[in-house]
T-cell receptor
Framework: KQEVTQIPAALSVPEGENLVLNCSFT??????LQWFRQDPGKGLTSLLL?????REQTSGRLNASLDKSSGRSTLYIAASQPGDSATYLC???????????FGKGTTLSVSS | GAVVSQHPSRVICKSGTSVKIECRSL??????MFWYRQFPKQSLMLMAT?????????EQGVEKDKFLINHASLTLSTLTVTSAHPEDSSFYIC???????????????FGSGTQLSVL
């Protein structure tokens, strides 16, 4: 059974720092991996989607990498801002047409 | 981009009542929708998979008679929490898989969630 783990559970950084969030999964035979942002009491905002054949995706200050063989993904946030404060969720799709399996998330706090 | 609308966004009800949550795909047809539940500071846990025109598939430990799912059309799935109790208080969120285009799970689209509070 696929399990997704995110480390750290919480992270506090001053504004301007670059940071890395980690995600690991137990079954490397994935279809895709997706990073989401969730604000308190709100739904999900999709940040980056990486297909199993891809190694990384970039969007603005965000860069996500995928290493299927080791079962790891990282989300890199450059020049963090207070507006980046949120919970970041990593989710894995095992097969086409199936639900995503989520990690517990990393709660990020960026202070000004 | 694809939009999934979920209503209501927040509901407070008395213990013993039933609550219906709607999930609509606004600009695409969704043969499959997924319902998740999220407790505070926990991950999203899959409750059930809803397929248009057929019975939902429930995850282990989810009571099918308590959480009724109906997917009567390609754009609407509903989750009804029957005889709600305080322990059912949670954040419920749906997602929809776009139909066709080969890779049906290339990207799932999520509703904005429903915060249920049972008194």
């Amino acid at each position: 059974k696929q399990e997704v783990t995110q480390i750290p559970a919480a992270l506090s950084v001053p504004e301007g720092e670059n940071l890395v969030l980690n995600c690991s999964f137990t079954d490397s035979a994935i279809y895709n991996l997706q990073w989401f942002r969730q604000d308190p009491g709100k739904g999900l905002t999709s940040l980056l989607l990486i297909q199993s054949s891809q190694r990384e995706q970039t969007s603005g200050r965000l860069n996500a990498s995928l290493d299927k063989s080791s079962g790891r993904s990282t989300l890199y946030i450059a020049a963090s801002q207070p507006g980046d404060s949120a919970t970041y969720l990593c989710a894995v799709g095992n097969q086409a047409g199936t639900a995503l399996i989520f990690g517990k998330g990393t709660t990020l706090s960026v202070s000004s | 981009g694809a939009v999934v609308s979920q209503h209501p966004s927040r509901v407070i009800c008395k213990s013993g009542t039933s609550v219906k949550i709607e999930c609509r795909s606004l600009d695409f047809q969704a043969t499959t929708m997924f319902w998740y539940r999220q407790f505070p500071k926990q991950s999203l846990m899959l409750m059930a998979t809803s397929n248009e025109g057929s019975k939902a598939t429930y995850e282990q430990g989810v009571e099918k008679d308590k959480f009724l799912i109906n997917h009567a059309s390609l754009t609407l799935s509903t989750l009804t929490v029957t005889s709600a109790h305080p322990e059912d208080s949670s954040f419920y969120i749906c997602s929809a898989s776009r139909r066709g285009r080969g890779a049906t799970n290339e990207k799932l689209f999520f509703g904005s969630g429903t915060q249920l509070s049972v008194l």
